[in-house]
């Protein structure tokens, strides 16, 4: 939780979750909602309780690397609200969906039996590559969020 706490104060994505949450009614992550009112009204993004419960809310999801994934995609949400319309209620999962399925467009050849996690519903190899890059689940994560939202 430590951890976790630390990561999501540096890493600016309690900023990015607040920018989100004051031009949304609620984002959904895996049927676990978080609802902007009055959540930003009680609470500052400078706050220890808003970290923890934004960290609390992030550990319902118990793979690392996919917790990860979720995390880039508020990341980027926040980073893209002053060009994209998002609606009243966002889904994240939906979003990791589409970011999965542009990759797997992109998949080579070779790589026929993609494996995928039942859990998550995203491929093993996808859960595995890394962040950045041409090929890297930013890059798809940004592509999904401009085909829901751009």
Request: hydrophobic share 40%.
């Amino acid at each position: 939780l430590i951890n976790l706490k630390k990561e999501l104060l540096c890493g600016g994505t309690i900023e990015q979750l607040i920018d989100s949450l004051n031009r949304t009614k609620s984002i959904n992550l895996a049927d676990n909602v978080l609802h902007s009112f009055p959540l930003i009204n009680d609470m500052t993004a400078g706050e220890p309780q808003f970290a923890i419960f934004v960290s609390n809310w992030l550990d319902k999801i118990s793979q690392p690397r996919l917790r990860q994934l979720y995390i880039e995609i508020i990341m980027i949400l926040g980073a893209m609200l002053h060009l994209i319309h998002i609606p009243d209620e966002v889904h994240l999962n939906l979003l990791l969906s589409q970011a999965h399925t542009i990759f797997q467009m992109d998949c080579p050849a070779s790589s026929t039996e993609i494996s995928t996690e039942k859990s998550c519903g995203v491929s093993l190899e996808f859960l595995m590559t890394p962040p950045t890059g041409q090929f890297g689940t930013l890059s798809y994560i940004t592509q999904a969020i401009t085909q829901f939202y751009g």
